[in-house]
């Protein structure tokens, strides 16, 4: 299982980035998957999860400015970020689960199967 994700770089506080996850090698496409981020020397946090129903959960701190969708038949999930903060620095984690099923909030690492390698976000004053 190969998750790859692109979209990375940098922006100016206020600005807007997209990320994209490609997925290939699963033998059965999961609905659960989440957006994750870790700054060196802190935990991974939790930044967005969908689930089969297509609904979303976010993290307080970017309620309002982020945004988690999933395109199945591309096996591609997407996470835009707009007003971007300088908090948001950070390297950001797509993550998908073993399940193909799954209902609510999953917000926490040890949900999920399967990482990316990560991509670098930095937000400049």
């Known amino acids: 299982v190969q998750l790859v994700e692109s979209g990375g770089g940098s922006a100016q506080s206020g600005g807007s980035l997209s990320l994209s996850c490609s997925v290939s090698?699963?033998?059965?496409?999961?609905?659960?998957m989440g957006w994750f981020r870790q700054i060196p020397g802190k935990e991974r946090e939790g930044v967005a999860s969908?689930?089969?129903?297509?609904?979303?959960d976010y993290t307080e701190s970017v309620k309002g400015r982020f945004t988690i969708s999933q395109d199945n038949a591309n096996g591609t999930m997407y996470l835009q970020m707009n007003s971007l903060k300088p908090e948001d620095t950070a390297i950001y984690y797509c993550?998908?689960?073993?399940?193909?099923?799954?209902?609510?909030?999953?917000?926490?690492?040890?949900?999920?199967?399967?990482w990316g390698q990560g991509t670098q976000v930095t937000v400049s004053t």
């Open positions: 969908i689930d089969d129903h297509g609904a979303t």
């Open positions: 993550a998908t689960m073993k399940q193909v099923y799954c209902r609510g909030s999953h917000l926490r690492s040890d949900e999920y199967d399967f």
């Open positions: 090698g699963i033998a059965h496409w999961s609905f659960c």
